[in-house]
């Protein structure tokens, strides 16, 4: 496998042993529910069923991102063994996780001058950044070098594709992303937003359609318009919900009877405590690889 360590953070959002299955280290997030702090450990700790509800509860919720001293103690235990490290963020877009590791990359340099540590910007969240990990640990295992998988990774970071939708807006107006007055309007409406992450790591709006059904098929049209290879794709496809499973097995669905040669390549995972604390429950982000992405 290589004398190199793939690693990412807690919010890739799939569960430990799926991490372990591909041979992935991830550090850890920190939120909270309440005054009660949790490492973001992919659910280890508490059930997403008692995570959203504890949001639905009344429960506020404050995250944090891995500091540059966390960073540094990490990386320190794979330098010891003598093993470069490929490191994957959070998007700078959502984040400033990825300026903390690149600090700590940095002081790595002075004490191991021996190795390595690249920090990269997945540009992504959720999802998506799962598929990116899922992707270089195939690559790894077919026999990329370090610098040969930095290159593929700095190469193709843009045609991964992100696309969410939610079906309850009452999260994201708690946290400013929605005027209480548009909330107002839209949850009275019955609007589900379709938003993508653009070409600088952003979550933006693309489409307001009313109600799960519309949402869903604007979700299928943006991966049929934009997927690699069209019917040909042989990539796979990622996707997270939080506390709504039902709505991510309806896209995966969709998708399996657009493209009957999926049906093997579609994984679906909770959306985790850091990024959930955000959107709430409700949400469905569907990631595959396509063409690049738009700002």
């Not at 093993?83 to 590791?101: M, R």
């Not at 077919?142 to 970071?157: A, C, E, R």
């Not at 992100?162 to 609007?191: E, H, M, P, Q």
Request: proline share 2%.
């Amino acid at each position: 496998m290589g004398d190199y360590v793939i690693s990412c953070c807690s919010t890739v959002d799939t569960t430990e042993e799926y991490l372990k299955e591909k041979n992935v280290e991830y550090i850890c997030f920190h939120y909270y529910l309440d005054d009660k702090h949790y490492r973001d450990d992919l659910f280890k700790s508490i059930s997403p069923k008692d995570f959203y509800q504890a949001m639905l509860d009344g429960a506020m919720t404050k995250t944090s991102q891995v500091n540059a001293d966390e960073f540094s103690e990490y990386f320190r235990t794979f330098l010891k063994e003598g093993k470069d490290i490929i490191h994957i963020t959070l998007s700078s877009g959502i984040s400033g996780v990825y300026n903390s590791a690149r600090i700590a990359a940095d002081e790595m340099k002075e004490e191991f001058p021996d190795r390595r540590v690249v920090v990269i910007d997945s540009l992504t969240a959720s999802a998506g950044y799962a598929l990116i990990i899922d992707k270089m640990a195939e690559l790894r295992d077919q026999g990329y070098d370090f610098d040969k998988l930095v290159s593929w990774v700095d190469n193709h970071i843009q045609n991964q594709n992100t696309w969410f939708f939610t079906t309850d807006l009452t999260f994201f107006i708690r946290g400013g992303r929605i005027s209480k007055v548009s909330g107002w309007f839209g949850t009275a409406l019955n609007i589900c937003p379709l938003l993508n992450i653009n070409d600088e790591g952003k979550l933006v709006p693309r489409q307001k359609c009313r109600g799960k059904k519309l949402v869903k098929k604007a979700a299928l049209a943006a991966v049929k318009e934009r997927i690699e290879n069209g019917d040909g794709y042989d990539g796979n496809i990622f996707i997270t919900h939080s506390v709504c499973y039902e709505d991510a097995r309806d896209v995966a669905d969709m998708l399996e009877e657009a493209f009957p040669n999926m049906k093997e390549k579609i994984r679906i995972f909770d959306i985790g405590p850091t990024i959930g604390a955000h959107t709430g429950p409700g949400t469905v982000a569907v990631a595959f690889w396509g063409n690049a992405k738009e700002h």
